[in-house]
Structure formats: structure tokens, C-alpha cells
């Protein structure tokens, strides 16, 4: 009789184990897909932070709107701390793949350039890959190879734990 109890509880310490480690399984997945959601996202809206920075005017003589002019003020200061940042992790990354020019290239051409930030999606992809010509999963890959890296540039460590984990 007491060995069924063990082997009930060897049963029950087997199934909570697999449940935990399951579970960091999840969180390692979610945590991954968060950084590489934040450096898509930075670079999604690079054009936009660009276009804001540049063109948004904190100046103005209207009494009482001292309040909003002053948050304007500091949101083009923060978005000209982040374009600096962001702006010398991809020339690092332009560094490190000058080997291979075009993997940069798809980053810019993506992202970063005005002319094709004016296009559809779709359209920016295939007008991409004839231009360069590659096809559209090498585009694909060289975008998930560099959005990876470069998250590991933007975010420093934390960054570092899409490798890691």
C-alpha cells in the first residue's frame, strides 16, 4: 500500500513539474516576442518620429496654452533623444553587415527611406525585392535577421536574451 502512495506522488511532482516548465516556456516566448514587437514598432514608426521631430513647432505667443506648448516642447526632445539613439544603433548595424550590403539595404529601403515609406506595404515589399533583386523570403529573413539584431543594439541585454533564451 505505501508504494502506491509514491507513486502517486512521484505522479503528481512529475505533471507540476512539466506544467512549470511549460509555463517559462510561455513567458520565454512572450518575453522574445515583446523586444522583437518593440523593434518593429520603432522601426514601423521611424519615418513618423522623423516627420514629428522636424516639423513640429513648440513656439507660440498664445497666452494660456503655456501648459501644452511646454509638453509639445518636451515630446520633440524625447523623440530627438530616440532618433539620435536609433539612429546611431543602425548605423552600427550598417557596420556590422557592410559585408553584405544588401541586408542593410532591406532595413533601409523597408523603414528608413522616404520615398518608399510613401508606398503601400505590399507594393514597398515587391518593388524591394525587384530592386534588389532577391526574393521575397530572403527579404523576409534578412528583415528578421536584422530587426534580432538590432534589437540586441537598441535594448543592450535585454535584447541580448532573444539569443539567450
Known sequence: MMQAGNDTEVFYKNIALAAIKEYKEVEKRQYKKAIKHNT????????????????TNHKCAAAGESMIIESVRRNKMTCRLLMVHINNCLKR?????????????????????????????????????????????????????????????????????????
Do not use: M
Open 40 to 55: 518593429s514598432a520603432l522601426l514601423n514608426h521611424y519615418l513618423d518620429l522623423k516627420y514629428f521631430f522636424v516639423n
Open 93 to 165: 548595424l550598417q557596420e556590422k553587415f557592410s559585408y553584405t550590403p544588401v541586408k542593410y539595404n532591406v532595413i533601409h529601403a523597408l523603414y528608413l527611406d522616404d520615398e518608399f515609406g510613401k508606398i503601400e506595404w505590399n507594393e514597398r515589399v515587391y518593388t524591394i525585392c525587384f530592386e534588389l533583386n532577391i526574393s521575397e523570403s530572403t527579404l523576409k529573413r534578412y528583415r528578421n535577421e536584422l530587426e534580432s539584431e538590432l534589437s540586441v543594439i537598441l535594448f543592450g541585454p535585454e535584447g541580448l536574451k532573444l539569443f539567450t533564451l
